[in-house]
């Protein structure tokens, strides 16, 4: 695998793991358990995440069967991604999930088969990457949904800075049970 993408994949699977066993005591009624009308329980907060990651492998395994065709990033999706960051950590900032996100998010996933499933798909995106060469690390074969095309660091970027978004909305339900 390319060494960038080793680095920020490792760091990706390092949150996950963390994230796991932070929240691996927790029984299913207040894994399924919403803080209030309209708000989210852990179940669908990790439901989301991982639906969001799955999309996103789908989409880029897609785009690198044409990935000759693809551009290169360069500045302008270096800036994105530093507005893309710096709203993903404002707190005060919420964002609605995409349509696509939305409309093929499964029910809410007990937390063992939850965790088995993000497991699989992280192995899945690790096959992935190690299928993109170094030449074609840059090729813009994501598509976030307000950025626009990045290329695939910056796709495992955005994993781990969706994870940063949830996670103090993911702490306050573990506070509560």
Not at 68 to 74: D, K, L, T, W
Request: positive net charge.
């Amino acid at each position: 695998m390319n060494q960038e993408l080793d680095r920020v994949f490792s760091r990706l699977e390092a949150t996950r793991k963390k994230l796991e066993k932070q929240f691996s005591t927790v029984t299913g009624e207040d894994w399924h358990q919403s803080p209030g009308s309209g708000k989210w329980s852990m179940a669908q907060v990790f439901t989301h995440l991982v639906t969001s990651e799955k999309l996103s492998l789908g989409y880029m395994k897609k785009k690198a069967q044409g990935i000759e065709q693809a551009g290169n990033s360069g500045f302008t999706q270096s800036v994105k991604m530093l507005i893309l960051i710096i709203s993903q950590r404002l707190p005060m900032l919420k964002f609605k999930a995409p349509k696509v996100v939305i409309e093929n998010t499964p029910p809410a996933m007990g937390r063992q088969e939850l965790f088995a499933t993000w497991e699989k798909s992280r192995l899945e995106l690790k096959s992935f990457l190690e299928g993109v060469s170094d030449a074609h690390v840059r090729k813009l074969i994501y598509k976030h949904p307000v950025a626009g095309r990045l290329d695939v660091s910056q796709a495992l970027v955005f994993f781990s800075e969706h994870i940063h978004h949830h996670r103090p909305q993911l702490m306050r339900l573990l506070r509560k049970k």
